[in-house]
C-alpha cells in the first residue's frame, strides 16, 4: 500500500475538506500532516456544517482513524473547542483520533508574537490567520519549540515559562499593546489561562509516535489518505514569498510531516476551484477587483472559514496551475465549485503572463514584487444548474468542454467535479 494525497493547487480553501470527507469512506486513516489552526476545512451533510481546524475531515466515517501528524502545530485551546463541538453533535471522536507525539504545541505568545509582528509590518502585512503559524514554526526551526510528548514530562512548565518569558522580552521590542489582543473572543489572560487548563484533554486523547503507527499501518495494506491544508501557492518555498505560511504545502511536506519515504506515496489528488480565490495580501495577477469579482464572492460565498475574512476572487491561473501540478506530482485533478460559474455567459483562463514587457509561462521570481498581467483566454459558460448530473457523458455541452480544455492545458485527467457544498454534490468523471 501506498500513502494517497490530497492537496490543494491554488491559495488554499479548496474545498479540500468536502473532497476529503467524500473520498473517506475507501481510506482507513485519513492523516494532516502540515499547518495548523490557519486552516479552516467546511464539511456539509444532512443540513448540518462542521468547519475543523486541527482534527482530519475524515472524522465523520465512525470507520476511519484520523491522525494528526508530526507535521502539524496544535493550538490545544482551539483543538478542545473542535472536539467539544464534534461531540456536541453525536460525532465519534478519541476512539478515532490518534495525536503525534512529535506534533509542536502553539503557546498563547506565539499569538501574541504573530499579531506582533503582523502589526509591525504595516502595509507589508502577509494577511496571517494570526493563529500563532509563523512563530511556532520558527521556534521548531530554531529548536525551541514544545512538543505535544512534552507535556507529560516532569520539567514541562518551567520549559513553558522559559520560552515565554523570551518572547515576552521579544514582545517588549516591538511596542506592542497586549492588551488589544483578542484570541477566540477572549483577553490574552483569559485565553492563556483556558488555554493552560486545556492541556488536561492530552490526558484522554491517544497520543502516538505517528510514524510507525503509519508505516505499520502500511505494512498491514491499511489504505491512508494524506489531507493537505493551505495550498501549493502558500508553501514556504515555492509560494508567493513571502505572502505564504510557514510550511510545506507540497507532497514532499508528507513524507517529513508524517514519516513515511517518498517511495510511499501513491495518488496525489489535486483540488481546484473552477476559479480562483485568495485571503490574505500578496500577488493574485488573475483578480477581479470589479462586479465579476463580487459576483463570483456573492455566488461562491467567499468569505473564509477561519476569519470570516472577505476573499479576493479571480479566474483560473494556469500558469500558477501547472506549476502546482509540477511541484506536487498530481496524478488525477478534482475541480470544485463549478456550480459558481452556472450563471457566467463566458468564463476566462490566464495562460500566460506579461512581466517586463515578455509573455511568459511561468512563475517569475519578482511576481510578489511587480505583480504580472494575465493573459487570458475566453471559455463559453454552460449557463445552467448542475443539479441532477452524474457521469461525464450527461455534463453540459460547456462544461464538458472546458473540462476537455484543462486536461489538455495541464495533461492531468479530472476525477471529480464538485457541484456544491453538500457531500452529495458530486460529480465522478
Ligand atoms: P478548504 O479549506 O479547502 O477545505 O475549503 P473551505 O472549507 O475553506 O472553503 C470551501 C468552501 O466552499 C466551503 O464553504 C465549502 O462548503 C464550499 N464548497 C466546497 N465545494 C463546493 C462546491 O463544489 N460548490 C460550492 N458552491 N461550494 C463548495
Ligand atoms: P485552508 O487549509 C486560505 C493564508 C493567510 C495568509 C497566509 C499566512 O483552509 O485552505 P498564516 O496564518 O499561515 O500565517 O497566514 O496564508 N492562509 C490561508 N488561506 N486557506 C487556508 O487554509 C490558509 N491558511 C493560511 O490568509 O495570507
Ligand atoms: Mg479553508
Not at 495577477?285 to 467567499?302: C, V
Request: net charge negative.
Amino acid at each position: 500500500m501506498k500513502v494517497d494525497v490530497l492537496l490543494g493547487l491554488q491559495w488554499g480553501d479548496e474545498g479540500k475538506g468536502k473532497i476529503v470527507d467524500v473520498l473517506t469512506p475507501e481510506y482507513k486513516i485519513i492523516a494532516r500532516f502540515q499547518g495548523g489552526p490557519n486552516a479552516g476545512h467546511t464539511i456539509e451533510f444532512d443540513n448540518k456544517k462542521f468547519i475543523l481546524h486541527t482534527i482530519p475531515s475524515g472524522i465523520f466515517n465512525p470507520d476511519t482513524v484520523n491522525v494528526v501528524g508530526n507535521g502539524v502545530i496544535i493550538d490545544p485551546l482551539i483543538l478542545n473547542k473542535e472536539i467539544e463541538n464534534l461531540r456536541s453533535n453525536h460525532i465519534q471522536v478519541t476512539n478515532n483520533l490518534r495525536i503525534s507525539r512529535k506534533a509542536h504545541l502553539i503557546l498563547p505568545t506565539h499569538r501574541l508574537l504573530d499579531a506582533a509582528y503582523e502589526s509591525h509590518k504595516g502595509k507589508g502585512k502577509i494577511g496571517s490567520t494570526l493563529k500563532g503559524i509563523g512563530p511556532t514554526y520558527t521556534d521548531k526551526a530554531a529548536r525551541n519549540g514544545i512538543r505535544i510528548g512534552d507535556i507529560f514530562r516532569s520539567d514541562f512548565k518551567e520549559k513553558l515559562q522559559t520560552i515565554k518569558d523570551q518572547h515576552l522580552k521579544l514582545i517588549s521590542l516591538y511596542n506592542f499593546d497586549i492588551d488589544s489582543c483578542r484570541f477566540e473572543n477572549l483577553s490574552f489572560g483569559d485565553y492563556e489561562k483556558q488555554w493552560l487548563k486545556s492541556l488536561e484533554q492530552f490526558n484522554e486523547l491517544d497520543i502516538i509516535d505517528s510514524e510507525y503507527f503509519i508505516n505499520e499501518q502500511l505494512k498491514a495494506n491499511h489504505s491512508i489518505l494524506a489531507e493537505g491544508a493551505q495550498g501549493t501557492m502558500l508553501d514556504i518555498d515555492f509560494g508567493t514569498y513571502p505572502f505564504v505560511t510557514s510550511s510545506n504545502t507540497v507532497t514532499a511536506g508528507v513524507c517529513t510531516g508524517l514519516g513515511i519515504a517518498p517511495n510511499k506515496i501513491g495518488e496525489v489528488y489535486g483540488i481546484f476551484k473552477a476559479y480562483c480565490t485568495r485571503v490574505g495580501s500578496g500577488p493574485f495577477p488573475t483578480e477581479l477587483e470589479n462586479e465579476e469579482g463580487q459576483k463570483l464572492r456573492d455566488e461562491g460565498g467567499e468569505y473564509g472559514s477561519t476569519t470570516g475574512r472577505p476573499r479576493r476572487c479571480g479566474w483560473i491561473d494556469l500558469v500558477a496551475l501547472k506549476y502546482a501540478i509540477m511541484l506536487n506530482g498530481v496524478t488525477k485533478l478534482i475541480m470544485t465549485k463549478a456550480d459558481v460559474l452556472n450563471s457566467f455567459n463566458e468564463i476566462k483562463a490566464a495562460t500566460a503572463y506579461r512581466h517586463h514587457n515578455n509573455t511568459i509561462e511561468y512563475i517569475p521570481f519578482d511576481a510578489s514584487y511587480e505583480q504580472p498581467e494575465p493573459v487570458y483566454e475566453a471559455i463559453k459558460g454552460w449557463n445552467t444548474s448542475l443539479e441532477n448530473i452524474s457521469g461525464r457523458n450527461n455534463l453540459p455541452e460547456a462544461l464538458s468542454a472546458y473540462i476537455n480544455y484543462l486536461e489538455k492545458q495541464t495533461g492531468v485527467p479530472v476525477f471529480m467535479v464538485s457541484t456544491g457544498p453538500d457531500r452529495k454534490q458530486i460529480i465522478e468523471l
